[in-house]
């Protein structure tokens, strides 16, 4: 059964950091790019960053650049999302997939929840 659990949200004020986790199961994790993305309410679902299989390789949004970081651990099947420095307009829920989309279906995990107050 192929799951991808999001965690790690919650309400910090702005200047602050969160740590995001995606637990990967029932397919092969390590061989496929990861990507996090964020809807805010009334937006689209949008990429923030992104890693290749091997982690070697990184991308990211002109947003978030120089203040999140997205790593992975294959032997957990897990991708982590660092963010520093929030800001009220990082407000959204995040969610994990592989990067791009599609390899999974329509499936997405259910997110978790990222509020910035100013």
């Known amino acids: 059964q192929v799951q991808l659990v999001e965690s790690g949200g919650g309400l910090v004020q702005a200047g602050g950091s969160l740590r995001l986790s995606c637990a990967a199961s029932?397919?092969?994790?390590?061989?496929?790019?990861m990507g996090w993305f964020r809807q805010a309410p009334g937006k689209e679902r949008n990429l923030v960053a992104s890693i290749n299989w091997s982690g070697s390789s990184t991308v990211y949004a002109d947003s978030v650049k120089g203040r999140f970081t997205i790593s992975r651990d294959n032997a957990k099947s897990t991708v982590y999302l660092q963010m520093n420095s929030l800001k009220p307009s990082d407000t959204a829920v995040y969610y994990c997939?592989?990067?791009?989309?599609?390899?999974?279906?329509?499936?997405w995990g259910q997110g978790t929840q990222v509020t910035v107050s100013s």
């Open positions: 997939n592989t990067n791009p989309p599609g390899y999974l279906g329509s499936y």
């Open positions: 029932g397919w092969t994790f390590s061989t496929h790019g």
